[in-house]
């Protein structure tokens, strides 16, 4: 995306314009013919009076990028995913020990994805799945961590998507992990950068409409990681922020830092009742 045209021009005279036939909104998301996910839903409770329905990014993308996620075969983020299951029975580090020892089948880890990221008692914090995964890695593997979205970490994280894809994305609002929830709703609302954005100012107020040629979406994470016609790799939800953050000429926040990891858990609970879809694909 660029914002050049943007830049200097006050926020309320964004450069948006109507929605027009570049992407079918009434499309339904079916896998394979038989996987029924669900792209478009009731807001969750704790949106009301902001947004009234939820709706996947699959949804505001052009037809050809919608049907390349219809069916396995196409979907270039299916590579990575077998990649991944390699590594998951793959012994490494001190102990010798693979994902699969501990873990059985990766099919076995269906219904984690949608809840995270979550709430870890014994660590006292929020954990997103890539920090957990480095914690099995560092502390019950004695491996090496993986980068924070990098290409083994964003693999695995497919990995553990696609076994849950269909399941409703469901991050808890309340208990011990709130008070990070909140630190991620305020850095949703808040204005930042030159452009003196917010999160909210596209995503919340202006999705449906173009934003030069982009159909803005309600920037939802229920479809990472996604892969992205653009840079051809698959894509983490750390740097997808860092993308938007640096399009309102802010500073931006790291993937893995305490902020984004709120940000993570205050989004994904946005998408509570939208289906697990990772992998994607987006433009
Ligand atoms: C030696 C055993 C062991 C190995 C090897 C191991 N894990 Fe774990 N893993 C655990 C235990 C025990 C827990 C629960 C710990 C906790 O809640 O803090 C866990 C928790 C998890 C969870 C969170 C599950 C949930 O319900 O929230 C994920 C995801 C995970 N592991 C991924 C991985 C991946 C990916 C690998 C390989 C890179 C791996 N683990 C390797 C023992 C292991
Ligand atoms: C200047 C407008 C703008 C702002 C501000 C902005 N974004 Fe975005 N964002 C976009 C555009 C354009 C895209 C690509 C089209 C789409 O999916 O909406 C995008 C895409 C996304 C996506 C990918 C959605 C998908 O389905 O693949 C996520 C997630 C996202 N944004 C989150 C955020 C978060 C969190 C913030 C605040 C830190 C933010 N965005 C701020 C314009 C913006």
């Known amino acids: 995306m660029k914002m050049k045209l943007l830049h200097g021009i006050a926020a309320a005279a964004l450069a948006l314009g109507a929605g027009t036939a570049m992407a079918d909104e009434d499309a339904e998301l079916v896998i394979n013919g038989d996987l029924e996910i669900v792209t478009k839903t009731d ?39 077998d990649d991944a299951r390699d590594m998951w029975a793959t012994a490494e580090g001190s102990e010798g020990k693979s994902c699969m020892d501990c873990h059985g089948e990766p099919e076995d880890m269906a219904g984690v994805k949608p809840v995270y990221p979550k709430w870890n008692e014994a660590a006292g914090e929020v954990r997103t799945l890539q920090m957990q995964m480095n914690d099995c890695r560092e502390n019950r593997m004695g491996a090496e961590t993986w980068k924070y979205d990098a290409g083994d970490a964003v693999a695995m994280e497919a990995l553990l998507a696609s076994v849950s894809r269909g399941m409703p994305v469901n991050v808890a609002t309340d208990g011990p992990g709130q008070s990070t929830w909140e630190q991620g709703k305020e850095l949703y609302y808040t204005r930042t950068g030159q452009l003196d954005l917010s999160c909210a100012s596209c995503h919340e107020l202006n999705y449906g409409n173009m934003i030069r040629a982009d159909h803005l979406s309600q920037g939802q994470v229920n479809g990472f990681p996604t892969y992205r016609l653009k840079n051809t790799k698959l894509n983490g939800i750390h740097s997808r ?21 709120a940000l993570e858990m205050y989004v994904a609970s946005r998408g509570n009742g939208l289906s697990v879809e990772g992998p994607s694909v987006r433009n």
């Open 241 to 261: 922020f860092k993308g938007c953050v640096r399009d309102t000429r802010a500073e931006t926040f790291s993937a893995g830092s305490p902020e984004f990891v």
């Open 43 to 81: 807001a969750p409770a704790h949106l009301e009076g902001a947004v009234g329905e939820i709706m996947s990014g699959w949804r505001f993308r052009d037809s050809t990028t919608q049907v390349m996620q219809m069916d396995d075969f196409d979907n270039p983020g299916m590579i990575f995913v």
